[in-house]
């Protein structure tokens, strides 16, 4: 069993995921992924072949760039306010 994160669609057909720690690059059909994954989800590829969405670490991973583009956001304002 392994982690991976949908790193991209390409032309509709292949997805781009990058497997693991080290991030090695995977490219399958679009109809081996689940329907609804995207780019920016994350998986768990089964040793038998199926791939299951990781809802708890898309959740987590997404919750965690909101916060940090929050935090940009605000330094960035803070910046024009003291202008």
Known sequence: MQKAVIDRIVDGKHAVLLVGEDETEMVLP???IPEEAREGTWVVLHEDGSIVIDEAETDRVK?????????????????????
């Open 30 to 32: 679009v109809k081996d």
């Open 63 to 83: 919750s965690r760039i909101q916060d940090k583009m929050a935090l940009l956001r605000s330094k960035q304002n803070s910046k024009f306010r003291k202008q």
